[in-house]
């Protein structure tokens, strides 16, 4: 056989262009599916890491308002989840309480110039650290975690 023969005998074939194309479209699905695995398990790596600092003691609370809402002595009430919370802020500090009545459930409301939680269905008085003073209230009210970030106000429900 000779030289041109055979180059001619290697020449690819009609149906080798498509063989190479589908290999190539195979290649790309292969490392599309390859990156788009790597991406999914990079990304979640990188959103556990990148907001550490910002995250930090606010983790799992919800931001309820900001400082300058509340005056000293004054409360907020807030819904979160469909749950009523109530917000105090003393000059030292910000109280969150569930803002349900441990006895039949009614809405307490600050009183500002007693300095007292009080429930107005049954006349249930709680202090500022939700102990029961006076009333049918059997326990405490619910007390929830604040934390002030950036002059923000967060309660952990
Ligand atoms: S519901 Fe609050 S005292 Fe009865």
Do not use: N
């Amino acid at each position: 056989m000779s030289k041109s023969e055979e180059s001619k005998s290697k020449m690819p074939s009609s149906s080798e262009p498509r063989s190479t194309s589908r290999r190539d479209f195979i290649d790309w699905i292969i490392k599309g599916g390859l990156l788009t695995t790597f991406a999914g398990m990079l990304f979640p790596a990188l959103a556990y890491l990148w907001p550490v600092t910002r995250r930090g003691p606010i983790h799992d609370m919800v931001e309820v308002g900001r400082e300058d809402e509340i005056q000293v002595w004054g409360s907020k009430k807030v819904v979160l989840g469909g749950s009523a919370f109530l917000v105090v802020r003393t000059p030292t500090e910000y109280k969150a309480f569930s803002a349900v009545c441990t006895h039949l459930g009614c809405i307490v409301y600050w009183d500002s110039d007693k300095k007292l939680i009080i429930c107005p269905c049954h006349a249930g008085l709680f202090d500022l650290d939700g102990r029961v003073v006076s009333g049918p209230p059997p326990r405490p009210l619910v007390s929830h975690l604040v934390s002030i970030v950036d002059g923000k106000i967060f309660v952990k429900p």
